[in-house]
């Protein structure tokens, strides 16, 4: 009893879901995963954004080092992608791993997990993963995480340094 009066006071009657006034309008409340439920998918992407698929290119392959061109998006999926490439690679006897960010576009926290997993994997192999380039924003994540000089990446303070000198 004491709950129904409650509700009433608030305007709603929470088990009714219905207004606490008659002929008032009804509002109900709306999940943020609504849209997924009902149509059984992805929404799609919000207007102005696209979604860039990864991609993982293997450019160049000696019995030393193995160069992985990556463009596109290092997030979710993409992450698992790359990471399990260099299980691949790594399981065909490839043990020094560098790899070209340049063309990757964003970098999230499991793009940065990817990363670091797969340097743990390379040097449980008696290997090592190196990245010979990063495009400005993986290069600033990479950076703020202290990831950087772990992966061979010259900073953005190095380079300028090394500018100035010449």
């Known amino acids: 009893m004491v709950t129904e009066r409650i509700r009433q006071r608030r305007g709603v009657f929470a088990d009714r879901g219905r207004s606490a006034k008659p002929g008032a309008a009804t509002a109900r409340y709306r999940h943020p995963l609504d849209g997924l439920r009902r149509e059984g998918g992805l929404r799609p992407a919000p207007s102005g954004y696209r979604y860039e698929m990864l991609e993982v290119t293997v450019t160049q392959s ?35 791993v560098v790899l070209d960010l340049s063309a990757v576009t964003f970098c999230d926290s499991s793009g940065v997990s990817a990363l670091v997993r797969g340097h743990a994997r390379a040097s449980g192999a008696a290997g090592g ?4 380039a990063a495009s400005p924003q993986v ?5 703020l995480s202290g990831l950087a000089r772990m992966l061979g990446l010259k900073s953005t303070v190095d380079t300028t340094a090394e500018r100035v000198r010449s």
């Not at 992608?81 to 260099?86: D, H, S």
């Not at 290069?139 to 950076?143: A, N, P």
């Open 62 to 96: 000696s019995p030393a080092s193995t160069l992985i061109t990556v463009s596109g998006e290092l997030a979710g999926s993409g992450s698992e992608k790359l990471l399990a490439r260099l299980d691949r690679l790594l399981d065909q006897g490839h043990r020094y």
């Open 129 to 132: 993963l190196r990245l010979s």
């Open 139 to 143: 290069t600033k994540v990479l950076e």
